[in-house]
């Protein structure tokens, strides 16, 4: 995830922000640059690659200023050049931006009506240009960035600099983590306390939809209803911010609400300007299998990805459990893919069982968080989830982009075997691009859920269902629930209920249902009657048709907005992350560090 600097100080704040970025190197970058306002006027330096590209140029190119914002940018729309690095600058505005712009295309024609014509392939311009459209029009620079935040659909984190306002930043988070820092007569942004723990021990959390007013007298903050917020300033220990939550209780808290920006950032990398961005090695055109080999929550994807494979590409495929798949030693065909997920690419099952297959298959597949890891330096193709530094122990958000990446290939093989239309293929792209702002929807189910979790949480067995591809999404739910909760959890696919599982079921057993109101609906509506028959408490998670046309009877619902029916499984993994959170919540447990488990599992 990129990185926000913003300072509005005493003494020269070139050094400053540079400093405050390498901070934020952790997050991963292949761009750099800072902007400043110097006896009125906006200047700005950037650079690709390492922070220490800039740093040189700032030695031959000094920038002189008092008030200033830097970015580190991970390449999404638009490739890794000067001109596509931020700050971005449109007239008298200064932009830096974390997230993503859903409808920046539609912006563009707007402003190209107006005579704006961006110079960078990136959706952040566009918010440069907005702001300096409604400028032209007579605004102040508040005004107009408060015009152009209601013209703004998507994730994000933004910064704005202005020519001529030496005294002046506006903030705003929606979806992306924002933080005001507190100095003596100078000011400060970061998008979190890394960034600003050297300059400040004070810090102000931007909550979901705020923006800011920053001047070095203090910060004016507003809700998402334009009303004046209040918002806590809180202490940090400066010495151990170097990974910090941001506001949340905790990290997995955190890394829930980023699943809208990091998605966005994996959507603009792989499916940028209408195109699916994968390597061409990738050819998945003559194939016989593919393979697919992981553990734990990375499993779970991978059978969701099952379902994509097959249905979209018409490609057979294989999973397996990490652990046990080179014991039994699986024949392999030549003519194949074999590949691995990994949020650390450090697995040690994992890692072996893409030993085993190297010299077996036609190509190595790595799909993993950390670009550097051994998974990926030993695979053919390595392929980033752009999920960002996750920390909490049950994974969330590397989960989400893990589905991303491997739908965008679904994609591709759908494409590469003739199965998928253009037609097709770009009603499947436009589905994937809508859910960001879905997600953002889903997490609005938070309190809700959390009133659920006080009940779910004196269960000793609770049951999750799902039919197609929400049949491993059950198992995902499942799992999280027992791994941070300790409460004893299973998931089953809703037809296999008759078949065993049904005998749990009394009024002591809470059931899970996930049922979007797809072709599958009817049959999974059928297997929950069967177990509000028996007394069962039925917790139905769907969408209002979902909802509207089968919701009697049951214990409690959770409306999510209606999703097209591949890619259901991604939306529905947030209220089935948030039950587990809230139900940990509730009963007391270490959600970020839960007992007997580690982040990375490197040994077998």
């Known amino acids: 995830m990129c990185g926000i600097i913003g300072i509005l100080g005493h003494h020269e704040v070139a050094p400053q922000l540079v400093e405050a970025l390498k901070r934020l190197e952790y997050r991963g970058y292949d761009s750099a640059g800072i902007a400043t306002v110097n006896h009125g006027h906006l200047e700005r330096r950037r650079a690709v690659g390492k922070l220490a590209n800039l740093s040189d140029l700032l030695v031959h190119e000094p920038l002189p200023g008092k008030s200033g914002i830097g970015h580190t940018r991970w390449a999404t729309h638009g490739a890794a050049t000067v001109v596509n690095a931020h700050p971005h600058i449109s007239g008298r505005v200064a932009v830096v931006h974390n997230g993503i712009i859903e409808n920046f295309r539609e912006l563009r024609t707007e402003l190209a009506e107006a005579g704006l014509i961006p110079e960078s392939q990136t959706d952040t311009e566009t918010v440069a240009m907005l702001t300096r459209m409604f400028m032209d029009r007579g605004l102040s620079p508040r005004e107009a960035a408060e015009a152009t935040l209601k013209k703004l659909e998507g994730a994000f984190a933004l910064l704005w600099l202005f020519d001529g306002e030496d005294d002046l930043m506006i903030a705003a988070r929606r979806g992306s983590p924002l933080a005001i820092g507190h100095g003596r007569g100078e000011m400060y942004v970061g998008s979190d306390a890394i960034a600003l723990a050297p300059l400040t021990d004070r810090i102000t959390y931007l909550e979901e939809g705020d923006y800011a007013f920053v001047t070095r007298a203090g910060v004016e903050i507003f809700d998402a209803a334009d009303r004046r917020a209040n918002r806590a300033q809180v202490r940090i220990d400066p010495a151990s911010a170097r990974v910090e939550k941001a506001g949340y209780k905790h990290f997995m808290a955190k890394e829930i609400a980023e699943q809208p920006v990091v998605l966005g950032d994996a959507l603009a990398h792989y499916l940028p300007e209408d195109r699916i961005n994968l390597p061409e090695t990738l050819d998945f055109t003559d194939l016989d299998r593919l393979t697919l080999v992981a553990c734990g929550t990375a499993f779970y994807a991978c059978s969701v990805a099952k379902y994509w494979f097959e249905q979209i590409a018409g490609l057979p ?140 949480s004196q269960a000793q067995d609770i049951l999750f269902l799902g039919r197609g591809s929400m049949y491993p999404l059950a198992l995902e739910g499942a799992l999280k629930l027992k791994e941070i909760s300790y409460i004893h959890a299973e998931g089953y696919a809703a037809g296999e209920l008759k078949h065993g599982p049904i005998a749990l079921i009394d009024r002591t057993v809470p059931v899970i249902v996930l049922a979007p109101h797809d072709r599958l609906f009817d049959k999974t509506v059928s297997n929950m009657q069967e177990v509000m028959a028996r007394h069962g408490k039925v917790l139905l998670i769907s969408d209002a048709r979902g909802i509207a046309s089968a919701s009697e009877g049951s214990w409690a619902t959770l409306k999510l907005p209606e999703v097209p029916e591949p890619f259901a499984p991604i939306l529905y993994a947030l209220p089935a992350q948030l039950l587990a959170y809230h139900t940990a919540i509730a009963k007391g447990t270490d959600v970020d560090q839960p007992r007997n488990l580690a982040k990375s599992v490197t040994v077998e």
């Not at 069982?353 to 993993?368: D, I, K, N, Q």
């Not at 968080?369 to 193709?381: K, P």
């Not at 093989?413 to 003739?418: E, L, M, N, P, S």
């Open 317 to 456: 495929c294989e999973i397996d459990v990490a652990s046990e798949f080179r014991y039994r030693e699986p024949p392999l065909p030549a003519k194949s893919f074999a590949v691995f997920v990994s949020q650390s690419g450090e697995t040690a099952d994992t890692l072996a069982a893409l030993r085993y297959c190297r010299e077996r298959v036609e190509r190595t597949v790595a799909v993993v968080n950390v670009a550097t890891s051994s998974i990926a330096r030993e695979s053919d193709v390595a392929l980033p989830i752009l999920a960002g530094v996750e920390v909490g122990v049950a994974s969330t958000k590397a989960f989400t982009c893990q589905l991303l990446v491997l739908a965008v290939m679904a994609l591709k093989a759908g494409v590469d075997r003739g199965r998928l239309t253009p037609d097709a293929l770009a009603a499947h792209v436009e589905a994937l691009r809508h859910l960001p702002g879905l997600m953002n929807a889903a997490l609005s189910l938070a309190p809700q859920i959390g009133k659920l979790a006080e009940q779910l």
